[in-house]
C-alpha cells in the first residue's frame, strides 16, 4: 500500500507562485509520481505533470498543454517525494491538485486511470 499526502496549498493572486509537495508512504516501488486537477464544476482530473522514478539518473518529465513553462516538477531528496513549483499563476488555474503514485511501468502519464494511488488533494485557489 502507498500512501500520499500533499500539502502547500492556499490563496494566492494572479501572478504569484506557489509551491506544492507530496510525500508516499509505504514499500511499494513506484514509477511514476504526478500531478492533477480537478476544476470546480468539473469532474475529469486534468493532467498537469509527471515525472519518472525509476531511474535516478534519468529522470523524465511531462507537462499537460497548458502548463506553457510555468510549472516545473522534481523529485525531492527523500525517497518518493515530488514537488511542484507554479509560477505566473492565473484564476483558471484554480482546482483542486492532486498527487497520484504509479507502480507499474510504461503507463501513459497523461491519464488518471493509469495510476493506483492518490492523496486527498490540495486546494489552490487564484483570485484575479
Known amino acids: 500500500q502507498v500512501q500520499l499526502v500533499e500539502s502547500g496549498g492556499g490563496l494566492v493572486q494572479t501572478g504569484e507562485s506557489l509551491r506544492l509537495s507530496c510525500a508516499a508512504s509505504?514499500?511499494?516501488?513506484?514509477?511514476?509520481m504526478g500531478w492533477f486537477r480537478q476544476s470546480p464544476g468539473k469532474e475529469e482530473r486534468e493532467f498537469v505533470a509527471?515525472?519518472?522514478?525509476?531511474?535516478?539518473?534519468?529522470?523524465?518529465?511531462y507537462y499537460g498543454e497548458f502548463v506553457n513553462g510555468r510549472f516545473t516538477i522534481s523529485s525531492g531528496n527523500a525517497k518518493n517525494t515530488v514537488s511542484l513549483q507554479m509560477n505566473s499563476l492565473k484564476p483558471a488555474d484554480t482546482a483542486v491538485y492532486l498527487c497520484?503514485?504509479?507502480?507499474?511501468?510504461?503507463?501513459?502519464?497523461?491519464?488518471?486511470?493509469?495510476?493506483?494511488?492518490w492523496g486527498q488533494g490540495a486546494q489552490v485557489t487564484v483570485s484575479s
Open positions: 509527471a515525472i519518472s522514478l525509476n531511474d535516478l539518473n534519468d529522470q523524465r518529465t
Open positions: 509505504g514499500s511499494t516501488f513506484i514509477y511514476t
Open positions: 497520484a503514485a504509479g507502480v507499474g511501468g510504461g503507463i501513459s502519464y497523461f491519464a488518471p486511470t493509469q495510476y493506483d494511488y
